[in-house]
């Protein structure tokens, strides 16, 4: 099974700052991830597949990079409702797993 | 607008049963396969199966493998999950998700399921 690590587990900012998660696979995934961000009382939300395709609606602010192990989820600049955690996902290989998420609260 | 409406999540004891049902709507439902994933808190996104738009491939996580069962009904825009032999480590809030591009895309809003004496 390919373990997904995110980092940091929090990220504090305020809002109009630039946010940079990353996601570190266990094992080569090729460009195979997904990012996804969930806010509280509600189901997750695809941003991000294929590494760096942005899903239907989701605007420029997200963007996603990397290939191989490491991957970065990148918010440009920081919205109200951005603030929610965000969790990446591969399917290279079964069972698709997730990574244990990164919280991105206000500072 | 893509609509997945999932139900059936009760409190159950260790060792029952349970059916969970998701309506799908706003789509072409028998073009698409469909997946469960669960989530907890401690130990937090976890993908439980994938059935293919006919349902003809079946797919398990290791941990619900025989004792899980993901099926559908093309003509009713449904999918199911019947649980058996569930166990405290089941509890969880199931989610049912479009499959598209290799990956759960878009999500109900999740039935509780609780299993507990």
């Known amino acids: 099974e390919i373990v997904l690590t995110q980092s940091p587990a929090t990220l504090s900012l305020s809002p109009g700052e630039r946010a940079t998660l990353s996601c570190r696979a266990s094992q080569t995934i090729g460009s195979y991830l997904a990012w996804y961000q969930q806010k509280p009382g509600q189901a997750p939300r695809l941003l991000i597949y294929?590494?760096?395709n942005r899903a239907t609606g989701i605007p420029a602010t997200f963007s996603g990079s990397g290939s191989g192990t490491d991957f970065t989820l990148t918010i440009s600049s920081l919205e109200p409702e951005d603030f929610a955690v965000y969790y990446c996902q591969q399917r290279s290989v079964w069972p698709l797993t997730f990574g244990g998420g990164t919280k991105v609260d206000i500072k | 607008e893509v609509q997945l409406l999932e139900t059936g999540g009760v409190l159950v004891q260790p060792g029952g049963s349970l059916r969970l049902s998701c309506a799908a709507s706003g789509f072409p439902f028998s073009n698409y396969a469909m997946s469960w994933i669960r989530q907890t808190p401690g130990k937090g996104l976890e993908w439980v199966s994938t059935?293919?738009?006919?349902?003809?491939?079946?797919f398990y996580t290791d941990s619900v493998r025989g004792r899980f069962t993901i099926s559908r009904d093309n003509s009713k825009n449904t999918l199911y999950l019947q649980m058996n032999s569930l166990r405290a480590e089941d509890t969880a809030i199931y989610y049912c998700a479009t499959y598209t591009r290799g990956i759960p895309d878009y999500w109900g809003q999740g039935t509780l399921v609780p299993v507990s004496s």
């Open positions: 059935l293919s738009a006919a349902g003809a491939d079946t």
């Open positions: 294929r590494a760096s």
